[in-house]
């Protein structure tokens, strides 16, 4: 059963916005720190952002941390990424990923609990 599920993405025209939201299929993720990485054609997997269970600590990759933000909502059993200023640049497969064992926070793991992601696709 898949564990994490993204939705949200889709098509904009740069400049514009669009939200992400990750939730726990199966299990809760309100105990667990949600990270976001995404992933473009033929390139390797990128760090994008980390909150930790309770939305007290995040942290931002430098590419997106003037346009991007993260919040989540344990009540709800939900967290999200608001994208903002969208460029070209941005365009990949965005997952979520919640952490299961010891490991660097800006690195997914094999462990990890993953989305099965969505797709943003930004146009010039």
């Known amino acids: 059963q898949v564990q994490l599920v993204e939705s949200g993405g889709g098509l904009v025209q740069t400049g514009g916005s669009l939200r992400l939201a990750c939730t726990g299929s199966g299990r809760p993720i309100i105990s667990d720190a949600i990270r976001w990485f995404r992933q473009a054609p033929g390139k390797e997997g990128e760090f994008v952002a980390f909150?930790?269970?309770?939305?007290?600590?995040?942290i931002l990759a430098d590419s997106i941390k003037d346009r991007f933000t993260v919040s989540r909502d344990n009540r709800k059993n939900m967290a999200y990424l608001q994208m903002n200023s969208l460029k070209s640049e941005d365009t990949a497969v965005y997952y979520c990923n919640s952490p299961q064992s010891p490991g660097p926070i800006r690195s997914g793991k094999a462990d990890d609990y993953w989305g099965q992601g969505t797709q943003v696709t930004v146009s010039s």
């Open positions: 909150m930790n269970w309770n939305g007290e600590s995040t």
